[in-house]
């Protein structure tokens, strides 16, 4: 297939309507960037052909020119020194040139026009390139915003919300089990502190009272 028809095929293609008809867009967009990007390539090196080839049909048309010039010089140089020998070999030459002349202007002709073929597809392929990478981008922003309301929406599910709300009731009434353990303990502590204390005062008061009795049978 050439890369005019290629080119054509894939620049004539409806976009918006073959990505709506597949499943994933988003891998169709890629694949068609690159089948793009492939083509755009393929264009531009047959660009770089033709452009070579125009300048090489520029150097020939400028060559030939030249020597239908030094022939008609020859030509009129011959007639006025009545050589007509010499004067028919320049005319002759000069004719050749003229028609070699024609031909290359018409090649070069077809080459400009392909050229210029060229030129406007590989706009056309540009645009259509940007026209599918800003479709790609929007349909991976709208796939990742997606994505993540779904993800909020799992989260944020009433059975989920349920099964969260139980786990910070099972949570709280563990730290009020451990509060009660604490307040218990230290109202024990607090209760022996107290017994303590009156153990000791009625040691004293036991010793003092001993004292006294000692001293008054003295």
Request: zero cysteines; charged letters at 30%.
């Amino acid at each position: 297939m050439g890369i005019f028809t290629r080119i054509k095929d894939i620049a004539a293609a409806d976009t918006h309507r073959l990505l709506d008809l597949v499943e994933d867009p988003v891998s169709m967009a890629k694949h068609y960037i690159r089948q793009l990007e492939e083509q755009i390539d393929q264009a531009r090196l047959a660009l770089e052909k033709q452009l070579a080839a125009e300048q090489q049909y520029d150097l020939l048309v400028a060559r030939t020119g030249q020597m239908i010039d030094k022939r008609t010089r020859q030509a009129e140089l011959a007639v006025e020194r009545e050589e007509e020998d010499i004067a028919r070999l320049a005319i002759q030459e000069k004719l050749s040139h003229s028609k070699l002349m024609q031909t290359y202007l018409e090649q070069r002709e077809v080459i400009r026009k392909q050229v210029q073929a060229l030129q406007e597809e590989i706009a056309r392929l540009l645009d259509l390139h940007k026209e599918l990478s800003d479709k790609l981008n929007f349909l991976l922003a709208r796939s990742q915003a997606a994505a993540a309301l779904r993800a909020t929406v799992a989260t944020a599910s009433p059975g989920n919300i349920s099964k969260i709300s139980r786990g910070f009731d099972r949570m709280e009434q563990k730290i009020m089990t451990l509060e009660s353990g604490v307040l218990a303990y230290r109202s024990m502590d607090q209760s022996n502190a107290r017994l303590t204390g009156w153990s000791e005062q009625d040691e004293v008061e036991s010793e003092l009272a001993r004292l006294k009795a000692v001293k008054q049978t003295q």
